[in-house]
Each structure stands twice: as structure tokens, then as C-alpha cells.
């Protein structure tokens, strides 16, 4: 076993979902990884790791201090291939429960930096696919194999050979980047996913073999290969895409995809994209060649038959900059996993029509470091991501249903993980309670509301049915009751009243759901809709749709909706016609700022303009944002009304417009406003100070900008600090002892890792001087202490009379019980000095002494 570092903790993250788990730090950068049934195998370039679930270390192995570039579990047989370099290339076999066991090792290349390995086929004749990261035109490694996995395969194990011919892919004259691979579970059909860089143009193609392998075993591997057909991706009609990541996505009809989609010419610019794959086997792909056959370039590419071309059923999360996804299954639920370029880890949950709901920050690192592009579930039940990021790796829960107590909490949670479990009492994952007592949200629609209450006319005309429709599976049971409402409805959660008796200032409702022995109770107001009177304006308008209501174009007025009509009927674009009700003109925004904070926010921010004197708020509506935040305006500016102060309130890393928003809840402006990662404190320089106060302590650390003030923890007041070539420098406050320092970043404490020590002020006893020419030394004792001055700190001045020289500080010599601080007088020839004053640099901070000390 080696000797590598590893650490491994559990942290207590601080965002949506806890219970982190955290792998700190092992040997190199972290190139893959992967599971077995029972373990995780991680490899960094020199170093193979197998682990546990939760990170301990079972065995570390580098006795061949190799270059590994290819890491295959081989579940069904027992083993685990790895390839590399170690003087010669080589391919080894490894009992997959203890890697320090050999099985099997040959002096054997499979092409430079294979980028997608993975075992393909069914039951006995299983064959190692490898895909090379990179292939460049005619390259001499050819850019798809099969490798035998047994000596009873043809050309034996790790043999690429087919029979009587080089069986592989090769592209004819393009470049072409290899990024994923997968076979469909329980199909023959293998999927590789591919950039295609054909001169100037690129695109993302699909290639589709069948592996079912019904020929002789010589032919195998040709035969397969002849099977080669693929689409093209298209994300968007247009732009240049290019794939960055790729997950299938579980489930057996339709096969669905997803990637993460660049555009070439816009980097910032990424999607998610979700294609239907289930029939890419049908069209013949052009570009590539099989088995070393007609390989030569196309000469005339206008003959060239098109690519079937497939378009995606959704795309979401554009310019979220994301980066790599990963994707789960629960029931009728899709729920994606992304990174981001910036360390974020968000999932998107979407229902069965594939429209996506509101993003969830799952974790944020808090370095802007991008994730690996692999990212995998736990074996099994899937409850855990893990994921890479540099010599680090991360396993983080995909929901936690445990923190629900109650049926109320786990079904208001909304997520497609947790259901109430009713023989436990309590929310649990599905595969932890049986399917007929879990109580979940169904994935019909992405409607959040726990219980949505309908009014309409009834149709009679007359009266009013009110209806609750609770948002649960169709298969469980459940018993309704509607209070303090009239007669009852047409069905068992309604109930019916005459819109004359309809009160005018609106009515209360008590709503009971009763499910397996527990009771969820709402309550909810609703609002009489002839009621809602005034001008009609657009705010009016949007009044009366969001009770529930609908807006009569014809009377101009808020009335009942027809009887039978579907809540989601009606939206509130039909207010955009109508006037704002505001004669003034409307406010605009010419700069904010801050235009850059961390993801705590920031207080005080202004924003410069025009016509600002009407503005209540501030609005932030960001790409992962389904409801955007506000923030009260605390000080309006000048009577001209140019300025506003505000706070920003803490928000997740990424770009969000900002508006300002007039009376009738419209939103002017487009101001744009980063969120970075957080600051870091990495240390104090120097990290003690004296007694009186006032030394200079310098802050060093990462994205420092962002610091609003300094706050010792004994201390009601803060300091401001002054940012000086990205350190930040404050002066300390009076004090008799060891203190923690903290940042104070909007409304959050970031604390400094080193504490401030107090000492005693620097004692200084006596001086004596001595003469050279035109210049005098001057020599001042001091008491040794553990202060560490620096000539930069002392400022000396000699007086004779009342007249003063300056003495520039040379240096400070110490010794075992007293140092000394020598400083000049220049060119002040026959100077004679009865005093010396010692003070504090003077600079903008106070000063913490100032000594006046007699000729020794």
C-alpha cells in the first residue's frame, strides 16, 4: 500500500442540502473516477485509490508509478482494467476488491490519451470500447477500437485486431473530439458522442453501433463496426455547438439524452439540451470511416449525403455557464444535476413534458473552480452526486427528506425524491417505504402550490364553485373537507355559494387533506373579483388575475371566471395593453453601484439615474431565479431626483439584471449586477499588535474587494478597512488579548484563520548619537519584545530647542534582552540634539504612541 496523502472530514455545508461529504486532498489532480459495486476507485496521474462509499481509504496503489490514462470497472467478471505508461505502454488487470492484487498485466498501447473507455456487449462476449481523446487527420492511432477482454476473443486480451483487417472508426478528413460513450441498458446498441471539426464549421454528431455480436468470433469486432450509424445533434438552428458533457437519462421508452451545449464562437454562452435517441441507429453518419475501408477524403463534399439531423425535445439553463450534468429519474420526474464553470452544483427538476421548474443550489464551492465533467450517483439507490474538482471530490445528497417532520413539511417540500412515509410517519426516499404508503408530488406539471383553489361561476350563473385541487400522486387515497364555506359541491373538495352572498371584502377558507391518519390543513383567503375596482391600469389588472380572477376586456373590469375553465387559462399578459396609471416619466438607470459583490450581497449600493423619485424597490431576477428578490429603497437621492441607496441582498454566483420598480409594480432599467464567490481570509500580517492600538494589520486572502468593514470579536464597533494591491489594510483598535477577526461581507461574518495576539507597547529606553561628516547616527535602545517592528512603522525626529530634524529609520538590530533603532541625520553639519521623539508612522491611521526620550 502507498503512502499518499489523504484527508478526508465531514462538513456541514451551509446551503440547501447538508451533509456534505468531503474528500480534502490526495496525490495529483483527480483525472477519473468511478464504481464498483461496493467501492469507488479514484485516479489521479500517478496514483489508483480504492475507497469506500464515504471516502475511507481501503487501498492506494502506485508501486508502478505509472501514467494512468484509462480506468474500466468490469463488474460481471471481478475485475478492474486500467492502461498507461510505465516505461512502455501497458494494459493491467486488478481484482476489483483489492487492487493491490494483479491478475493480469501486458506490454500493450491503446492510443494517446484514450478520453472514453468503457465495456460494451452482452452476457459472455464482452469487449473493451476505446475512444481516443483527439483525432487529428490520418492520425496513426485509429480513433475507435474494440479490445478483447479474454484470450479466447480474437488476437487474445487487450487485442485490437480484427480479422484480416484494422477493425475500428476513423474519421476521413476532420478533426474530432471524443466526449462520451455509454451503451443502453438492456440494448445492443452502443452511443458515442462526438465534436466534429470539419475546417471552419463544428458540430456535435451521434454515433450508433450495434454490439449484439451474432457473427463468428474472428468477425466480431469488424462486423461491429460495420453496424456504424449516427444523426447530427442540432441545439439551435443557429451557431457553431460543441458538447462539453453528456448523461443518458434513465429509463427504457423513449431514450432520452442530455448535454451540455457550447456555442464555439461564444464561450459564455452554454445550454442544456434533452434529445429523444431512441432511433439514432437508423441513419448512415458521413465523416467517418470502418475498418481502415475508403477512408480517403471526400472530394466533392456537395455529393456528400446529408446527416440525419435530430433536434432536441427541451432546451434549458442558457447562458448559466454550465458545464458538465449528470441525471436521476424519480417516477415521472427528470431531474437534472449541472456544474457551472464557478463551482456551483444546481439541479433542476422537470416533469413529464419535460418543462423545467425553478433551479435549486444544491452546493457552491468556494473557489471558482469548474467541476470535472463526470459526475455519478451512488450504486443502488442513487441518494448521493459525486463529483471532482482538482485534488478534491465531494459526495453531496440529491435531496434530504429526513429534515421534514411532518406530512405538511415533506409534501410542501415539493421534491420528486421525498415522499411521506405513512407506516414510518415520516418523509423518507421511495426505495426507503413501500410504494403504496409513500405520498408524493405527482410529475404531471411543475405546478407548486401544495393545494390550488379554483373559483368559477357556476352553471347556473349564479353561484360560485370554489374547488381545491391537492397537488399529490393519483394513486393515493386521500378524504377532503372544505370549511366555513357554503353548500356542498359537485365534487368532495368544493363547495358552492351565491355570488350575492360572496362577502365583499373577500373570503376564508379552512381546506383539510387527510392522508394515511395525518391531516394537512390550509388556509387560504380569496378575494370577491367584481370587488377589485379602480382605473384600469396594468397594476389593476394584474391584481385581479393573481386572485384567481379573470380581467373582461370588453367591461375593462375584474369579474368571475367562466364556469369549467382551467385555472391556467388565464395569465397576466393580457394586462400589457393596459396604461401603467403613471403620468411621470418613466425612471431609468445610468450606473450602479457596486456592479461586482460576492454571493453575501452588499450594503449601501447606489444606483445613478433618472427619474428616480418614484421608485419603492429594487428588483434582481436572475437566470436561477423563478421568483426575483427586492430590496427597499432606504435613501432616495437629491430632489432632482438622480440617485437611490439600497442593499443588495446575498444571491448565487452568476449574472442578474437589476431594475428599479415604479408604483404599479413595473420594472425600468437594465443594469447588470455580478455575483462572485465569497471572500477568503487566509492570514494576518503581522498577526500580533500592541496594546495601544493603532499598528497597520495587513489582510491576505482571495477576492477581498468585497469587504464592507473589519470586526474584532470583542469589539461592538467595526473598522473600515482600505484596500491597498489586493490586501487589505486596517488599523488595529486598543486591546489586552488574543482576538478572532472577522470580514463582514453584506450581511455575513467570513472568519480569518489566524487570530490578532495583543502585546505591550514597545518600550524605548535612551538614545545616543555619533558623527560622520555631515551626517549624525543616532542610536535609540529599546526593551526586547516579540513585536518584530519594521523600519516602516517608527518615525524619529531629533529636536534641538524646539526645532526639528528628521531622522530616517536605517534599521532595527536586536539582540537577547534589548534592540536598537538606528536612524540619520543628513547634512546638518555641527548639529547637536537634546531629544529624540518615537512615534507611529503617520499615515491616515492614529497614532498609538508618541515618546519623547532624553539623551542616554
Not at 489523504?6 to 440547501?16: E, M, N, P
Not at 408530488?441 to 402550490?449: A, I, M, N, Y
Request: with cysteine.
Amino acid at each position: 500500500m502507498g503512502t499518499a496523502f489523504v484527508l478526508f472530514y465531514l462538513a456541514i455545508c451551509r446551503y440547501t442540502f447538508c451533509e456534505e461529504t468531503h474528500l480534502s486532498s490526495v496525490d495529483g489532480d483527480i483525472v477519473d473516477f468511478a464504481f464498483g459495486t461496493d467501492n469507488l476507485f479514484l485516479q489521479t496521474d500517478t496514483w489508483l485509490y480504492q475507497m469506500r462509499f464515504d471516502f475511507s481509504l481501503d487501498i492506494s496503489n502506485a508501486t508502478i508509478y505509472n501514467t494512468m490514462v484509462t480506468l474500466v470497472p468490469f463488474i460481471s467478471n471481478g475485475t478492474l482494467i486500467i492502461c498507461g505508461s510505465h516505461e512502455k505502454a501497458y494494459c493491467e488487470v486488478l481484482d476489483i476488491n483489492d487492487i493491490s492484487k494483479s491478475i493480469y498485466m501486458k506490454e500493450i498501447s491503446i492510443g494517446s490519451f484514450p478520453n472514453v473507455a468503457f465495456i460494451i456487449g452482452r452476457e459472455s462476449d464482452k469487449y473493451l470500447l476505446v475512444a481516443k481523446k483527439e483525432s487529428q487527420t490520418h492520425p496513426s492511432d485509429t480513433l475507435v477500437t474494440l479490445r478483447s477482454t479474454n484470450d479466447l476473443q480474437y488476437g487474445k486480451i487487450f487485442s485490437k485486431s480484427g480479422y484480416q483487417v484494422t477493425a475500428g472508426i476513423q474519421p476521413k478528413d476532420t478533426v474530432v473530439q471524443v466526449i462520451d460513450g455509454f451503451q443502453l441498458t438492456e440494448s445492443p446498441h452502443v452511443c458515442l458522442l462526438v465534436n466534429v471539426m470539419d475546417g471552419s464549421e463544428s458540430r456535435v454528431k451521434l454515433l450508433s453501433l450495434d454490439s449484439s455480436m451474432t457473427k463468428p468470433v474472428k468477425t466480431q469486432k469488424e462486423k461491429t463496426f460495420e453496424t456504424l450509424q449516427g444523426a447530427v445533434l442540432q441545439c439551435y438552428e443557429k451557431g457553431e455547438w460543441m458538447l462539453l458533457s453528456s448523461a443518458v437519462i434513465p429509463g427504457e421508452s423513449p431514450v432520452l439524452w442530455a448535454g451540455v451545449f457550447q456555442d464555439k464562437n461564444n464561450p459564455v454562452d452554454s445550454v442544456v439540451a434533452i434529445f429523444d435517441i431512441s432511433r439514432t441507429h437508423t441513419g448512415k453518419v458521413s465523416g467517418f470511416c470502418t475498418n481502415r475501408d475508403s477512408c480517403e477524403p471526400d472530394k466533392d463534399k456537395s455529393k456528400q449525403k446529408q446527416d440525419k439531423v435530430l433536434k432536441p425535445a427541451a432546451v434549458m439553463l442558457r447562458n448559466s455557464s454550465i458545464t458538465s450534468v449528470a441525471v436521476l429519474r424519480s417516477n415521472s420526474w427528470v431531474v437534472l444535476f449541472c456544474g457551472t464553470k464557478t463551482g456551483l452544483l444546481i439541479r433542476v427538476v422537470l416533469d413529464e413534458s419535460l418543462e423545467p421548474g425553478c433551479p435549486t443550489v444544491l452546493y457552491s464551492s468556494e473557489e471558482d473552480r469548474l467541476f470535472s465533467p463526470k459526475m455519478l450517483f451512488n450504486p443502488g439507490n442513487h441518494t448521493h452526486i459525486y463529483l471532482a474538482q482538482g485534488k478534491q471530490m465531494r459526495k453531496i445528497p440529491v435531496a434530504q427528506c429526513g429534515v421534514y417532520e411532518t406530512l405538511t413539511d415533506c409534501w410542501s417540500a415539493l421534491d420528486p425524491f421525498c415522499g411521506w412515509c405513512g407506516s414510518k410517519q415520516k418523509c423518507t426516499f421511495q426505495h426507503d417505504c413501500s410504494s403504496s404508503e409513500w405520498v408524493s408530488v405527482p410529475g404531471t406539471s411543475q405546478r407548486r402550490e401544495t393545494i390550488s383553489v379554483h373559483m368559477n361561476r357556476g352553471t347556473t350563473g349564479q353561484d360560485i364553485v370554489v374547488t381545491a385541487l391537492p397537488n399529490l400522486n393519483s394513486s393515493i387515497d386521500f378524504s377532503c373537507a372544505v370549511e366555513e364555506c357554503g353548500s356542498p359541491g359537485p365534487s368532495p373538495c368544493s363547495c358552492t355559494l351565491s355570488s350575492d352572498s360572496f362577502p365583499a371584502q373577500g373570503l376564508s377558507l379552512r381546506i383539510n387533506i387527510t392522508v394515511q391518519r395525518e391531516t394537512h390543513i390550509q388556509e387560504v383567503h380569496l378575494k370577491n373579483c367584481p370587488s377589485i375596482r379602480g382605473t384600469p391600469t396594468s397594476a389593476l389588472c394584474i391584481e385581479c388575475i393573481s386572485a384567481g380572477c379573470t380581467w373582461s376586456d370588453a367591461a375593462n373590469s375584474c369579474t368571475w371566471r367562466p364556469a369549467s375553465t382551467a385555472f391556467s387559462a388565464f395569465t397576466q399578459d393580457v394586462c400589457e395593453a393596459l396604461p401603467s396609471g403613471q403620468n411621470e416619466t418613466k425612471p431609468e438607470i445610468l450606473y450602479m453601484t457596486p456592479s461586482e459583490v460576492s454571493i453575501h450581497g452588499r450594503n449601501g449600493a447606489s444606483i445613478t439615474g433618472q427619474n428616480l423619485k418614484s421608485v419603492t424597490k429594487v428588483r434582481f431576477q436572475g437566470t436561477l431565479d423563478c421568483s426575483p428578490k427586492e430590496s427597499a429603497v432606504r435613501h432616495s437621492g437629491n430632489s432632482s431626483s438622480e440617485s437611490l441607496v439600497f442593499d443588495i441582498p446575498a444571491g448565487t454566483k452568476g449574472t442578474v439584471r437589476v431594475c428599479v420598480v415604479s408604483p404599479d409594480d413595473q420594472c425600468h432599467g437594465n443594469a447588470k449586477l455580478t455575483y462572485n464567490s465569497p471572500p477568503i481570509c487566509r492570514g494576518l500580517q503581522p498577526k500580533n499588535t500592541w496594546a495601544s492600538g493603532g499598528r497597520n494589520i495587513s489582510i491576505v486572502g482571495s477576492r477581498l474587494k468585497f469587504v464592507e468593514r473589519v470586526k474584532h470579536d470583542d469589539l461592538p464597533a467595526d473598522m473600515t478597512p482600505e484596500l491597498i494591491s489586493e490586501t487589505l489594510v486596517y488599523p488595529s483598535p486598543p486591546g489586552v488579548q488574543e482576538v478572532s477577526v472577522n470580514l463582514i461581507v453584506g450581511n455575513q461574518s467570513v472568519s480569518c484563520t489566524d487570530k490578532l495576539t495583543y502585546l505591550p507597547d514597545p518600550h524605548f529606553t535612551s538614545f545616543t548619537t555619533t558623527r560622520t561628516g555631515n551626517y549624525m547616527a543616532v542610536i535609540i535602545q529599546k526593551t526586547a519584545d516579540s513585536l518584530a517592528l519594521n523600519t516602516s512603522e517608527i518615525l524619529v525626529e531629533g529636536l534641538q530647542g524646539e526645532k526639528s530634524y528628521v531622522c530616517e529609520v536605517q534599521r532595527i538590530k536586536h539582540s537577547h534582552d534589548t534592540s536598537s533603532v538606528i536612524c540619520e541625520i543628513n547634512n546638518q553639519p555641527g548639529l547637536s540634539i537634546d531629544t529624540v521623539k518615537v512615534s507611529t508612522t503617520r499615515n491616515i491611521y492614529r497614532l498609538a504612541w508618541d515618546l519623547y526620550l532624553p539623551l542616554g
